[in-house]
């Protein structure tokens, strides 16, 4: 028999090669927010993906992107415009990987509290030479899925 932490993994991992294999977002779990460090390996694992708006899982259901203000109101961002280089400073217009962490908690917050049992995905949609931008997804389950 299999341990909690040992089914996480696994868990982690079919959903890390399903990711890759059907360019889906990157599911992100309470424990990727736990720490700068845990947050940092989450970042470098997510997808490009582009702006396409929405993606079919097969099977599934369908990811749509889902801007960051629909859910917190007074967000200046569409998506997460994100310092790629790690040499960003507080109060640049990119967000710090800190800054980005604190941001996608309060986003994925809002969600919850809106939606409880949401499932939210990052992953993305545009890189440059100095940042990159990420996009929120949120799951939508086919009826009977």
Known sequence: MIDLAES??????????????????????????????????????????GYGGQILEPGYGIWKQ???????????????????????????????????RQHYQAFAAAVEARKPGTTIGLGVVELGEFRVVVAAYIRYVKDGG
């Open 8 to 49: 996480q993994r696994r868990s982690r991992q079919a959903a890390a090669e399903s990711r890759r294999d059907h360019e889906l977002p990157f599911i992100v779990w309470p424990e990727d927010t736990a720490t700068e460090a845990a947050w940092r390996d989450t970042c470098r694992q997510l997808p490009l993906l």
């Open 66 to 100: 889902t801007p960051v203000f629909t859910y917190l109101p007074a967000s200046p961002y569409r998506w997460f415009l994100v310092d790629a280089t790690g040499l960003g400073q507080a109060g640049e217009p990119a967000l710090t990987m800190e800054e980005f």
